[in-house]
């Protein structure tokens, strides 16, 4: 009866130790400034871009988010998991060299 108990909890440490090596592989690829038509999985014919079309066809596709006109908030969200508007990141961050004189 111990050498089945036992032999149950070793296969029991096994399948878990399989399951954590079977995580998945992302690839977040986030770029400032890319417009909508700026890639052709979009349907843009100015701008050939088949390496970001072909990851794209064999992989997720969002298209319907939102992000502000400046990279400063997004960078925020994405860098802590909160909305920019809740780490007062909804503006620009810099000032013209004009306006600080």
Known sequence: MKFRV???????????????????????????????NDVGFHGSNQIPTPNLDALAYSGLILQRYYVTPIC????AALMTGKYPIHLGEYRLLFVSEAKKE
């Open 72 to 75: 400063t908030p997004s960078r």
């Open 6 to 36: 036992a032999l149950c909890l070793v296969l029991v440490n096994l399948l878990v130790i399989e399951a954590q090596d079977q995580r998945p592989n992302i690839v977040f690829i986030l770029a400032d400034d890319l417009g909508w």
